[in-house]
């Protein structure tokens, strides 16, 4: 049993093979078609002129080179760079061919031509369910190559359906992993850890696609929000944050200053002022210093206690 399944499940791998010159068995085939020509020509000659054995042998010759030019024929092909040819003799895998040029094989072999050539997946926008519940927006681009020309023919039905369905499973995978924003302290999250979030992704997809003989080069997140059903409300959420980032800014700095004030008066024996006098100096100018408004002072004319 373990036997029989490890039989269906096997990888297969990529084998290097090399091609026969093309333009060699080119000038071979010109030959045959010459011949054949002259062959047909003579026998036509000689059965018409003779009406013996020789001419009937000539034209059965003939027929035979004709046959046998045009299955050479067969076994002729081109590969551009990056390009490569997977050769399949009556269901069996032989090898192969990754070198550009002209080239021939066994006419009976089934020519199955890859692209080795860098290329784009972009996803669609995906609604998906951060790490927080939230719903949100994402897409991704993946760029990929095929890497073993056998994997990709033999381990998967049509490797790039195959890369379009794990790179859409593997972006909402990720989504859900983690946050969109407003982490923890260290936690990496989708909109503040870019690079992170493409590293993990790429990984990811690196382990989906390598049983397809597909190599991720890279992947990046292309789109990321809210979705458009709470995007207003994380707006106004994310605007609340930032005004009470900036007013504890503020309330922080209207501090330092008014301490700095008091100690600087103190020291330099400016003026002495009781408890009641300092706290009335501090609301003044924690008034001035936090309000948003211009403020309008009063100017006292009197003495400080009038």
């Not at 085939?29 to 000659?45: C, D, E, M």
């Not at 009937?56 to 050479?72: C, E, Y």
Request: proline share 2%; aromatic share 8%.
């Amino acid at each position: 049993m373990n036997t029989l399944e490890n039989t269906v499940h096997s990888r297969n791998r990529e084998r290097p093979m090399r091609a026969a010159n093309g333009w060699l068995l080119l000038l071979i085939t010109l030959v045959l078609y010459i011949a054949t020509v002259w062959v047909f020509v003579s026998g036509i000659s000689v059965f018409t002129t003779h009406y013996g054995t020789t001419g009937g042998w000539l034209l059965a010759t003939a027929g035979v080179l004709i046959i046998l030019a045009i299955t050479i024929s067969n076994g002729f092909f081109t590969l551009q760079p990056n390009e490569a040819a997977v050769l399949i003799l009556f269901g069996a895998y032989q090898g192969t061919v990754r070198d550009s040029g002209f080239f021939w094989t066994n006419p009976f072999n089934k020519r199955v031509k890859i692209s080795l050539r860098a290329r784009n997946f972009n996803g669609d926008k995906l609604k998906v369910n951060d790490k927080r519940g939230n719903p949100v927006e994402i897409a991704a681009v993946i760029v990929w190559r095929v890497q073993d020309t056998a994997q990709a023919c033999f381990d998967v039905d049509n490797y790039e359906h195959y890369v379009a369905v794990q790179s859409e499973s593997a972006v909402r995978h990720l989504a859900s992993g983690y946050a969109y924003d407003d982490g923890e302290q260290d936690e990496i999250t989708l909109r503040g850890g870019s690079d992170a979030v493409s590293a993990a992704l790429r990984d990811e997809l690196h382990q989906r696609l390598e049983k397809a003989g597909v190599q991720v080069e890279e992947a990046r997140i292309t789109h990321l929000a809210y979705a458009p059903e709470i995007a207003q409300a994380m707006l106004r959420r994310q605007q609340a944050e930032a005004v009470i980032a900036a007013r504890q800014k503020i309330v922080h700095g209207a501090v330092s200053m008014v301490d700095m004030a008091l100690k600087e008066l103190a020291e330099k024996h400016v003026v002495n002022l009781d408890e009641e006098r300092k706290a009335a100096m501090v609301s003044n100018l924690l008034v001035v210093l936090c309000g948003e408004a211009e403020v309008h002072p009063v100017v006292n004319t009197g003495t400080l206690y009038n």
